[in-house]
């Protein structure tokens, strides 16, 4: 049992370049999310899942797509990295969306934009 | 919308001393209150939550919260911490987002440095 894997842990990209962060989750959980850390500001959410073909808008999306085509997996895309990307990127996994649920969160991807 | 801040950004102590680790919340709503750790280059791993109930909550690797709703705080607290305990602390809010999802408020975390 895995739990939330994130693939890659580091890239480094240059302005104007694209990548997708893959997350997987073994624990057949609905909702899935995708955070970014920035330093002295906590997570915030960028974009996240209520199903299997199913993406919303968090507070931060700008600049970010994904796609959950299937439901153990989630996917962060950048078409058009900026350096105001750079950020450690983490996924998280909760069995449904309820208030009291606990989120459990990958080791996380370091992006470096150029 | 709700929002968590966490007062202290680092806190040093040394092993086997006590540590409390601060974290208010504002909330017009029932509150669910998390406390996560972060290791050096590792994720977020749960420590405690509130739900509901005792005020006193207990977690793992002896760390226990107590809620206040009259002074809106959530602090974290050990008897007496082990080098192994060097880590990133984030308190957060749980709150309904937009349909039936919610979504965590993270305070900005605060570094506890233990040292011998």
């Known amino acids: 049992n895995a739990g939330v894997t994130q693939t890659p842990k580091f890239r480094v990209l240059k302005t104007g370049q694209s990548m997708t962060l893959l997350c997987a989750q073994d624990?057949?959980?609905?909702?899935m999310y995708w955070y970014r850390q920035d330093p002295g500001m906590g997570l915030r959410l960028i974009h996240y899942?209520?199903?299997?073909?199913?993406?919303a808008k968090g507070e931060v999306p700008d600049g970010y797509n994904v796609s959950r085509l299937k439901k153990q997996n989630f996917l962060l895309g950048l078409e058009s990295a900026a350096p105001s990307q750079t950020s450690v990127y983490f996924c998280?996994?909760?069995?449904?969306?309820?208030?009291?649920?606990?989120?459990?969160f990958g080791p996380g991807t370091r992006l470096t934009v150029l | 919308a709700q929002s968590v801040t966490q007062l202290d950004s680092q806190v040093p102590v040394f092993e086997e001393a006590p540590v409390e680790l601060r974290c208010n919340y504002s909330?017009?709503?029932?509150?669910?209150l998390f406390w996560y750790v972060q290791y050096p280059n590792q994720g977020l791993q749960l420590l405690l939550k509130y739900l509901s109930g005792s005020t006193l909550v207990k977690g793992i690797n002896g760390f226990e919260a107590e809620f206040n709703k009259s002074q809106t705080s959530f602090h974290l607290r050990k008897p007496s911490v082990h080098i192994s305990d060097t880590a990133e602390y984030f308190c957060a809010v749980s709150e309904g987002f937009t349909g039936t999802a919610s979504k965590l408020t993270f305070g900005t975390g605060t570094r506890l440095q233990v040292t011998l």
């Open positions: 624990m057949n959980h609905e909702y």
């Open positions: 909330s017009s709503v029932s509150v669910y």
């Open positions: 998280a996994s909760s069995s449904q969306g309820r208030r009291t649920d606990t989120q459990y």
């Open positions: 899942s209520v199903g299997e073909g199913t993406t």
